[in-house]
């Protein structure tokens, strides 16, 4: 399937600024299954655009406007391919812990297992751990299944609840957040067992028919999303995992999650607008 993705963010200022500087990380990848097919990015006012690939593999471009300005408008189009997703069982076996810890000390998985600035150990995410029985069991899989879906339960999905540099213990504590605060939460779980985890965002495409059915309006069904992702033995790339839970979605930017891309308002992009909604389609992933 192709999606045609319109990203557009605006900064308006009180007064005129007299310099900008910038870096967005708007581009998709092309990994597994989705193919970036045509990128442009446009910056008004206009000015000239470097850019580079980060050492996960993400397009990052960057600019600078040196004049004075009252308002700064940037526009990323993207056309991506996806095709169906890999398959992945219901189950693996328990020598699946080994598999794994041998692909760690393989790979250059250390960064995806460390704390950092929105994934610290605190006693509320101890507390959490305690109550949904994160521990090595079964299989890491299994695990993983259980724990997307009792970490849905035990925490509710409130939009707007939490800010962007939220921390986690402000969702711990309140029982309530929105889709960066479970995959914060989450990765400092999964992480504390030793399962490698990063921060994913991307594009949720919801058609007009789930969206009137869950009583969103049609032209608000394009939005933008996190996910956790996280590595396993069975296969030789990441999977993702998602909460709430969702029936697809098309990643963009992957992270460590230590800072935030620039806000605004765009099409086709979720964060936490609207009510807690299926999400069905897919996600186009960034990074």
Known sequence: MFYSVRHITKFRYATAVSESGMETRMHPRTDGSQLCLNFHLSVSPRCRLFSYRDYLGNHIHHFDIPVPHQQLVIVAESLVEVQPPQEIPASMAQEAWIELDTLVGQEDCWEMLLP????????????????????????????????????????????????????????????KGVCQDFAHIMIALVRSIGIPCRYVSGYIHQQAEDANSSGENATRSHQSHCRRRTSHPYCNRPRLFRCPPDQGHFPRTGSQRTHRRCPGKFLNRTDDAGQRIPHPGRLVRIG
């Open 116 to 175: 950092s600035e929105f994934i610290t150990p605190t006693p509320l995410l101890e507390k959490l751990r305690q109550q949904l029985a994160v521990r090595r069991r079964d299989d890491p899989l299994t695990v993983m299944r259980q724990l997307n879906e009792d970490l849905c339960k035990a925490i509710e999905y409130a939009p707007k609840s939490t800010r962007v540099n939220s921390p986690i213990d402000e969702a711990l504590h309140n029982r």
